[in-house]
């Protein structure tokens, strides 16, 4: 990948006609998932350590399951040299407890997300991806869920990463064309998705349909932000033209 060189040039809205990679944050920004994955968890932890209170008042927004994942098994007396197993059993039973989750918590798309999607595979030197928190096998279950599996497949997920930014690169690294100059914006719901893209020195995006507000969003320094999905001709406009970090 060749990491784009930063536009500074102030009249510049956009730079038109090169590749475009969006990377889009799934919870709170695609669509709202009610409380599944914590359920999720919370089943896995009682199933493989007995209890769940390791998960109470943890917090979820904005951070990557292996972060969680590691402060939940930290405060269960869980030592790292044993955290590798446990965490893989806990995934496990993560991923089969899931698809119930979602249905009992009436998991949906957020509107517009399938519109803003759909209209945004079809603009040309464009690539579609996921820059989550989740770990891959949970967003890909998630996705298919909610009906978003036609435009998500890979992107950057929490298995590896305790921190939002190395998960990013790793999505840009994975759908970047590797011959061709690309512009990555990161779209999410969070002060963590911004400071990811930023980062990077990836363009961001604040959809404020999550706990973040507008303010806030702004005020942690996203290019640009959107009350939410619902107008797909607004979000392309704000999509298209988005100014790169200067
Ligand atoms: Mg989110």
Redesign the pocket.
């Known amino acids: 990948m060749r990491v784009a060189p930063v536009d500074t040039d102030e009249s510049a809205p956009g730079r038109a006609g090169r590749h475009r990679v969006f990377l889009f944050?799934?919870?709170?920004?695609l669509l709202r998932a009610n409380g599944a994955g914590g359920a999720a968890f919370a089943y896995a932890f009682r199933t493989v350590l007995g209890d769940d209170t390791a998960l109470h008042g943890i917090e979820y927004?904005?951070r990557t399951d292996r972060g969680i994942l590691t402060e939940a098994l930290d405060r269960a007396g869980v030592s790292p040299a044993e955290q590798g197993d446990v965490r893989q059993c806990i995934v496990q039973r993560v991923c089969e407890a899931l698809p119930d989750c979602l249905r009992t918590a009436d998991a949906r798309t957020l509107p517009g997300s399938q519109s803003v999607l759909a209209a945004l595979s079809e603009e040309p030197n464009v690539t579609l991806g996921m820059g989550t928190g989740n770990l891959r096998a949970t967003a890909l279950i998630k996705v298919a869920h909610v009906g978003l599996s036609p435009w998500l497949h890979d992107g950057g997920f929490g298995d590896d990463h305790t921190q939002r930014h190395g998960m990013i690169a790793d999505a840009a690294a994975a759908l970047c064309p590797p011959d061709r100059d690309a512009d990555v914006v990161v779209i999410?719901?969070?002060a963590l998705?911004v400071a990811a893209a930023r980062s990077n020195g990836f363009a961001s995006v604040g959809v404020a349909t999550?706990g973040a507000t507008r303010a806030t969003l702004q005020a942690c320094g996203a290019d640009a932000v959107l009350a939410d999905l619902r107008d797909t001709e607004h979000v392309l406009r704000v999509l298209r033209t988005v100014r790169f970090p200067g």
Request: charged share 35%; hydrophobic share 15%; aromatic share 0%.
């Open positions: 944050d799934l919870d709170q920004t927004a904005g999410g719901d969070t998705d999550g």
